[in-house]
């Protein structure tokens, strides 16, 4: 790669970024190649496409099926009054296009389920699991262990975050931090149902970009093998690492 890659523009624009030694030109130019699929466009996925973008990633895909609540406004920063009962999706992609023209913006107005997530996971370089389910979280987990995509993971509970990057480099995937459970009624708490600070997601989301731009420039101290938890009630940083488990690479299908 040469210095031809990015534009005056561009140059300009990213000029914070490139001082950066641990970013630089070369770091730049990475991420103007890199392609990042963000899977959930709500609470964390708006931080995420907002940074990603204004970072200058060269092509992010936005893959969200559901429209604008009311209730989601306290915290997905993307969406305002007029857009409820609109496509989450086309919405964030138009704001987007307003942050950064440079970069292409690529929508998939879908649910990631086994029958399409490795047909549209294959397209990207960095998966990003910004939703609030776990049985798409599992689904996003072995597509990527069997296209070799690192997971960048981030979760929200109350006042409660969670993030983690998953089979990266060899490291733990998703099942070896959270293996399935055995009873099929479980299912984790929704903040329609147990509440959520507005801000939490904002920095999560924040936290799981700054994963993001870590792994494409390859800088920094990953969160490979490890989870940052963080609690912002009580301001508290706490991260432990996790059991690599051979058999949870052996994924051939998601059947």
Request: hydrophobic fraction near 40%.
């Amino acid at each position: 790669m040469d210095g031809e890659i990015l534009s005056p523009s561009e140059r300009r624009r990213y000029s914070k970024q490139i001082m950066i030694p641990e970013i630089g030109l070369r770091g730049q130019e990475k991420l103007k190649h890199a392609k990042v699929l963000v899977i959930g466009a709500g609470g964390l996925g708006c931080p995420v496409l907002q940074y990603l973008t204004a970072a200058g990633t060269g092509k992010i895909g936005i893959a969200e099926f559901d429209t604008v609540d009311e209730t989601n406004l306290q915290r997905q920063v993307l969406y305002g009054s007029t857009d409820v009962g609109k496509l989450k999706s086309i919405i964030a992609k138009s704001r987007l296009e307003h942050l950064n023209s440079f970069v292409e913006l690529e929508v998939h107005n879908l649910r990631c389920d086994a029958s399409n997530s490795l047909r549209i996971l294959s397209k990207y370089d960095v998966i990003v699991d910004a939703t609030d389910n776990l049985d798409t979280r599992y689904i996003i987990n072995d597509a990527c262990v069997i296209l070799g995509k690192p997971m960048v993971h981030g979760a929200i509970y109350k006042y409660e975050g969670a993030i983690s990057v998953f089979n990266y480099k060899g490291g733990p995937t998703y099942r070896c931090y959270n293996p399935q459970a055995k009873n099929d009624d479980f299912k984790n708490p929704l903040p329609a149902g147990v509440g959520l600070f507005g801000v939490l997601p904002g920095i999560i989301g924040t936290y799981l970009a700054n994963e993001v731009i870590k792994v494409i420039t390859e800088t920094g101290d990953i969160l490979r093998g490890k989870v940052l938890l963080i609690n912002i009630l009580t301001n508290t940083f706490r991260t432990f690492s996790i059991a690599n488990i051979p058999e949870n690479h052996n994924i051939k299908s998601l059947e």
